[in-house]
């Protein structure tokens, strides 16, 4: 097996659009902790970049002290003197990292656009939302812009494995050319691997190095004490209770309806106080609502139900990890049927779900809906929108089950096609397409000129 140190990650291509943009201005990566912010960044400067200028407002405060007067030039001037480096416009690459840590940093954002625009600056942080929210910042439009990483995809995860080959082999599989059954076992297989493992680049890296099941979920305990540790930084204390309590019900709330009560059903005021925790972890960039929609048309928001929700975690390595899913009985299932049930259920919506989000464009916000109907008894797991259509995506187990709600939403929205995602190969049955899992990325291809 043969691994790769170095990940690719797909997120350069939006930095270098960034970069080549003729409207660009300063840059914000926004992201979970370990999503791979700081290394993207920094590969994205070595590559393309004379020099690469990384301001770390954490590992050195000093720089904080660049920012008392907010003008281009003289902050400038000061990380010159500090770093005894100098940064020249269109061949240097001024990054901010960790820039939450200084509001003043910020701030000054909107000036290097206005009286710099020819230098490129990147700033990136895991909790800039929160930092955005206490000091009640305002960018105007056109002056700052920001984009959200995410954890590796599954075709990452695959270049990173030095599976280079499979991953290009994914883009030529269609309805009239599907995988091999050689190559979709195969790509089964990695698929089994990737739901323990996940997308988080800690995790993915302890695989890599080591091939031992158990130095992942060495690495994921850690990853997850450190989100946990993180709390006392955005929410009181008396808020850190019910974040740890969402925390420790995350297995068994993926894949339902969200009910406070049920959550916990000892509080007080069980609905005020989770949903404030929500609210934090999704600013914290660990959870990620899906919402139900009435699909009544496009834009799907404007049939938005607000009462009714489901969830999506960041990784679903680190749910597996919750889950209690050992890496000693995982290892004899990495290949062969998936007898252990692990793509079935609550992980296969959590990987369609984070597939769909992680294919979306990184300068545009992502919103998830699904379509319920008659309190839950129709429900159609995610509506995907391409070319101006509505696509219902039922994720299933296996060959069981009728997709009676997916036929009854084509029935009643009057969708031409609805979409079965599984560990089925890809063939259509009628005017539904199966789709195996490991494609669910590509469905805009998949979908095109239907």
Partial sequence: MVFHTIMKRFFTNTLLKWKESPLRTPLIVRGARQVGKTFSIQAFGR????????????????FKDCFDILEPRSILNKIDLTTQQPIIPGTT?????????CPRAL???????????ELHVIAAGSLIEFAIKEEDFSFPVGRVQFATMHPLSFEEFLLARGDERLQEALASFNGNNPPPLVFHNLLLERLREYFFVGGMPVS????????????????????????????????????????????AHIPRLIGTHVKYSRIDPDLPNPAREMKLAMELLRRAGLLQPISATSAGGLPLLAGLKETIFKLLFLDIGLVSQVMGV????????????DTSGLMAGPLAEQFVGQELVAAS???????????????GVSEVDYLFVNEGKVYPVEVKAGKAGKLKSLRLFMEEKKAPVGIKISQEPLSWDGSILAVPLY???HLPRLLKGL
């Fill in 439 to 441: 494609l669910t990325a």
């Fill in 204 to 247: 993915s890296l302890a695989l890599l190095k080591t091939g031992s099941l158990l130095e992942v979920q060495y690495a994921q305990k850690a990853l997850w004490d450190s989100f946990e540790a993180d709390f006392g930084k955005y929410a009181q204390k008396s808020q850190c209770r019910y974040l740890k309590t969402i925390f």
């Fill in 326 to 337: 050992e890496g000693g009985r995982m290892a004899p299932v990495m290949a062969g049927p």
């Fill in 93 to 101: 690459l001024l990054f901010f990292d960790e820039i939450q840590q």
């Fill in 107 to 117: 701030q000054s954002l909107r000036y290097f656009k206005e009286e710099m625009p």
């Fill in 361 to 375: 464009d990184p300068l545009l916000d992502t919103h998830l809906f699904f379509w319920t109907r008659d309190h």
């Fill in 47 to 62: 590559d393309f970049f004379q020099k690469t200028i990384c301001v770390n407002f954490e590992s050195t405060p000093i």
